[in-house]
């Protein structure tokens, strides 16, 4: 856990206090401050993937093979999975965010914190179950690589975790548009910090969305795997 | 206890195994030998709901693993060949684990788990992590495990691959006594074929997916005219040695030991 966090820590407190001045001066407020949610969601975004993914090497070396011989339905160990999962991607969006409290974040409304805990819950979700999905259908750890770089960072790059989202070039806008981290980490500046781009309700609703949605592809595929 | 009817199982353009029938009775010993890649691991796969016939019929202790996966499921317990513990669990977490999974009922559950690992002789390390036992304790541990939810046969892939002596053994009796005392089916592959020799009831051999020949292992020397079951098998399915492309398995098992500490 302790490192994997180096990542995150390492943008936060590099990004932020290296482009900080610039943002401030161009009118975008204290940089920290817009950054510490993006970082929030980078942290869950990889944790969850990671958990999904675990399920490649269990499937030949682990624990794997023993629940999908046992009497037990394949959609609760896929819900089982992803619960997990879930739970250790949101603890590791914990830690960062009070992390980034010693760096200098100041949350503004502690009211929201539980909303803003439900959002984190649902990202964590969502992409656990994404990795899922994605490692029913692989068989070793040869694209892992490929996903990574090819699905995984456009999908941090492009969320407006590292950058607002007003008045973008348009190919960027429609393509931060379809992602579901954009809205995660919209939807965590909306409960801590009173700043939306989407607004609140839109969040929800497509991160709720999008998580049920992945939940059953992520089932389906996890049924079929035949090891 | 186990019935395999013309049982066929095709993957894209490669036939694993080809028509294959044969029968367990309750309390046998049944050694399932081949060389390699000729559809040993693929027949268990079915037998034991990991994969699907595509023709023929099955039959664990009366259900079919297809349409009655569940009912298979309870009759059986399974050591696979690769470990298949959680390494960041204790002994005794894994084996709650499997209990939980199996719905044996709290109470039960604990009296079982103590007996088991008493006999596999790991009760003294319950409380430590997996990741931390030789190969052969690993062993041992998913034998207790399988043995869990008092199923009727039980299932060994390659159960001594990789084992000293001492501990191959200690496994065998295990077995052995299992089978004496509680007239417990077991189905076994292995590349050992002294050990098949010693401790099987009856054998089939299995070659490019099909079953070359059956019988008691000294029905199979005596066809064969061979003094051990290593020759009568040598005879029988060719010293030719088998071509295999590298599988993903290799592949991850390299890894593994890459990655092991």
Redesign the interface.
């Known amino acids: 856990m302790i490192g994997s966090l180096g990542q995150p820590i390492l943008f936060l407190v590099a990004l932020g206090f290296g482009f900080g001045p610039i943002f401030e001066k161009a009118g975008g407020g204290n940089y920290i401050q817009f950054l510490a949610p993006g970082i929030i969601c980078m942290g869950i975004l990889f944790t969850s993937i990671f958990m999904g993914i675990e399920i490649i090497?269990d499937r030949?070396?682990?624990?794997?093979?023993?629940?999908?011989?046992?009497?037990?339905p394949r959609f609760h160990i896929m819900i089982g999975r992803t619960l997990g999962g879930a739970t250790v991607a949101v603890m590791q969006g914990v830690i960062i965010f009070l992390i980034s409290l010693l760096v200098g974040f100041r949350p503004e409304n502690l009211i929201m914190l539980p909303l803003a805990f439900v959002i984190m819950l649902l990202i964590a979700f969502l992409f656990t179950a994404l990795g899922t999905a994605i490692a029913s259908r692989m068989?070793?750890?040869h694209g892992f690589q490929m996903i990574i770089n090819f699905l995984i960072m456009p999908i941090f790059f492009l969320s407006g975790a590292l950058f607002p989202l007003d008045n973008v070039p348009r190919a960027i806008d429609i393509i931060t548009k379809m992602n579901p981290l954009s809205y995660g980490v919209d939807g965590l500046r909306a409960t801590l910090l009173n700043a939306g781009h989407f607004g609140l309700s839109a969040d929800f609703a497509v991160l709720g969305i999008v998580a049920l949605l992945l939940l059953a592809i992520g089932s389906y595929l996890f049924s079929k795997i035949?090891? | 206890m186990i019935k395999a009817l013309n049982v066929t199982k095709k993957f894209k353009g490669l036939t694993a195994v080809d028509d294959v029938s044969f029968e367990v009775g309750k309390g046998e010993i049944f050694g399932f030998l081949g060389p390699n890649g000729a559809g040993k691991t693929t027949t268990i796969k079915m037998l034991t709901t990991l994969l699907e016939p595509t023709s023929g019929k099955l039959s664990i202790n009366g259900a079919d693993p297809v349409k009655d996966k569940d009912a298979a499921r309870y009759s059986f317990g399974i050591v696979f060949q690769d470990p298949s513990l959680d390494d960041e669990l204790t002994a005794y977490e894994n084996m709650e684990f499997h209990g939980i999974l199996y719905k044996i009922p709290r109470k039960e559950l604990k009296k079982r788990i103590e007996y088991l690992m008493k006999y596999v002789e790991l009760w003294d390390r319950k409380d430590d992590l997996v990741k931390h036992f030789s190969g052969g304790m690993k062993r041992r541990l998913e034998i207790a495990r399988g043995l869990t939810h008092h199923p009727k046969i039980l299932f060994l892939d390659e159960p001594t691959l990789g084992l000293d002596p001492q501990t191959r053994n200690h496994i065998w009796s295990y077995i052995k006594q299992l089978n004496k005392e509680e007239g417990m089916t077991v189905f076994f592959t292995t590349h050992y074929m002294e050990e098949a020799d010693k401790v099987a009831d009856k054998i089939a051999i299995i070659d490019h997916g099909k079953i070359v020949s059956k019988g008691t292992p000294a029905e199979l020397k005596e066809k064969t005219n061979s003094s051990s079951l290593e020759d009568a098998f040598l005879s029988l399915t060719g010293k030719d040695i088998r071509e295999q492309e590298a599988s993903n398995m290799d592949h991850l098992r390299a890894m593994r030991r890459m990655h092991k500490k």
């Open positions: 090497w030949q070396f682990g624990f794997l093979k023993e629940t999908l011989v046992a009497p037990v068989e070793d750890m035949q090891i």
